[in-house]
């Protein structure tokens, strides 16, 4: 079946300092991609998406590309704020069923 | 407005309860889902609605009934009650087949 596999956290950063949380997945067809975020006590919000190989998705100053050679997506930002503290999901979807598949999920937390 | 919104927020009950949990969403969306995130923050998807229909159904026990009576409601109804129920719930929504879910903030369940 399809999986998502995320580097465990948690990874701890000071402000200003290069973030990469790494994430690979196992699927049948041609999935999309994703990133959530869910900050302290809230649900899940979207953080950025790619639907087809080679696709950079970006936001808040967040990237990440579709790699379907390394069967990757990882999260990239150049230079974190204490406000990036969260835990970030990497998940993959399938129109067809429907459903995500999400990743096991990564804390960062960003000092001061 | 709360575009998914899901109460109660905490609910803390005994092993044997009967209990519910409500989602509203006012997105117009087709779509509403439930997932279940453990103390490990490990996020899995319970149940799938489209337009009132189940869809999805992961191997949840049969104590978990949900009910959908119209597209922006769907409730989750949880009989007998375990120790191993305890999580968070999550409740969202998306448009049509498009796997962009949008998250409600979550029901902290905590069976004693």
């Known amino acids: 079946g399809d999986s998502v596999t995320q580097m465990e956290g948690p990874v701890t950063l000071s402000e200003e300092a290069f973030l990469t949380i790494n994430c690979t997945y196992t699927a049948t067809g041609y999935p999309s991609l994703f990133w959530y975020v869910q900050y302290p006590g809230e649900g899940l919000q979207l953080l950025l998406k790619a639907t087809k190989a080679d696709d950079k998705g970006s936001n808040k100053g967040f990237e990440a590309t579709y790699r379907k050679e390394t069967t990757s997506f990882h999260l990239e930002k150049g230079s974190v704020q204490v406000s990036d503290s969260a835990v970030y999901f990497c998940?993959?979807?399938?129109?067809?069923?429907?459903?995500?598949?999400f990743g096991g999920g990564t804390r960062v937390l960003v000092k001061p | 407005d709360t575009a998914v919104s899901q109460t109660p927020k905490y609910l803390v009950t005994q092993m044997g309860n009967d209990k519910s949990i409500k989602c509203e969403q006012n997105?117009?969306?087709?779509?509403m889902y439930w997932y279940k995130q453990d103390s490990k923050k490990f996020l899995k998807i319970m149940f799938s609605y489209n337009n009132k229909e189940l869809i999805i159904n992961e191997t949840v026990p049969n104590r978990f009934s949900p009910k959908s009576p119209d597209k922006a409601h769907l409730n989750l109804h949880i009989n007998s009650l375990e120790l191993g129920d305890s999580a968070v719930y999550f409740c969202?929504?998306?448009?049509?087949?498009?796997?962009?879910?949008?998250f409600g903030s979550g029901t902290q369940l905590s069976v004693l």
């Open positions: 969202a929504s998306s448009q049509d087949l498009s796997t962009v879910l949008f």
């Open positions: 997105l117009g969306h087709d779509t």
């Open positions: 998940a993959l979807g399938k129109a067809a069923g429907n459903k995500l598949t």
